[in-house]
T-cell receptor, first 111, second 115 residues
Framework: GDSVTQMEGPVTLSEEAFLTINCTYT??????LFWYVQYPGEGLQLLLKATKADDKGSNKGFEATYRKETTSFHLEKGSVQVSDSAVYFC??????????FGKGTKLTVNP | ETGVTQSPTHLIKTRGQQVTLRCSSQSGHNTVSWYQQALGQGPQFIFQ???????GRGNFPPRFSGLQFPNYSSELNVNALELDDSALYLCASSLRTGGKGETQYFGPGTRLLVL
């Protein structure tokens, strides 16, 4: 079945550092790909998405490119802030329209 | 525009009891999905409702059931609660248009503790 694998955390960075969180997927067909963010004690917020190969999703300085050849959707940000501290989830949506999530990567950014 | 709301925010039950969780969709949305998020894990799909009909179900037993109402709000019912049902239950609403990659918008969740 469909699955998502994320790099294991936790990830700890200093403010203004470069962030990469790796995400790879297994799916039949051509899924849509998402990054969601979860702040402490809250639900999930959509960060960005891409629906076809080579699409780049971007929002709030975060970017991810849908790479069909490597089945990847890595999340990047050039300069993280303390307010980016949260748990990040990679997810795919196939034909059934349900979201399949990775286990999440906890990011802590220190001042 | 009102976002997705869920009630209650927290709940404590004992093993064997039954629980009902509620969700109000974002205005204009016609589809509701429910997810279970265990501590430290990613959300797991329970089921989805579209126009009051179940439209897909994950690997959860029949004691997990749901409803969607004409105003597109929804309930998740869990019978015969087990300790492993302790989790954050997330509701997400979306607008099904037949397009690809329709975004699901999540509520804040209901945290259920089963003792």
């Amino acid at each position: 079945g469909d699955s998502v694998t994320q790099m294991e955390g936790p990830v700890t960075l200093s403010e203004e550092a470069f962030l990469t969180i790796n995400c790879t997927y297994t799916a039949t067909g051509y899924p849509s790909l998402f990054w969601y963010v979860q702040y402490p004690g809250e639900g999930l917020q959509l960060l960005l998405k891409a629906t076809k190969a080579d699409d780049k999703g971007s929002n709030k300085g975060f970017e991810a490119t849908y790479r069909k050849e490597t089945t990847s959707f890595h999340l990047e940000k050039g300069s993280v802030q303390v307010s980016d501290s949260a748990v990040y989830f990679c997810a795919l949506q196939g034909g059934s329209e349900k979201l399949v999530f990775g286990k999440g990567t906890k990011l802590t950014v220190n001042p | 525009e009102t976002g997705v709301t869920q009630s209650p925010t927290h709940l404590i039950k004992t093993r064997g009891q039954q629980v009902t969780l509620r969700c109000s969709s974002q205005s204009g949305h016609n589809t509701v999905s429910w997810y279970q998020q265990a501590l430290g894990q990613g959300p797991q799909f329970i089921f989805q409702y579209y126009r009051e009909e179940e439209n897909g179900r994950g690997n959860f037993p029949p004691r997990f059931s749901g409803l969607q109402f004409p105003n597109y709000s929804s309930e998740l019912n869990v019978n015969a609660l087990e300790l492993d049902d302790s989790a954050l239950y997330l509701c997400a609403s979306s607008l099904r248009t037949g397009g690809k990659g329709e975004t699901q918008y999540f509520g804040p969740g209901t945290r259920l503790l089963v003792l």
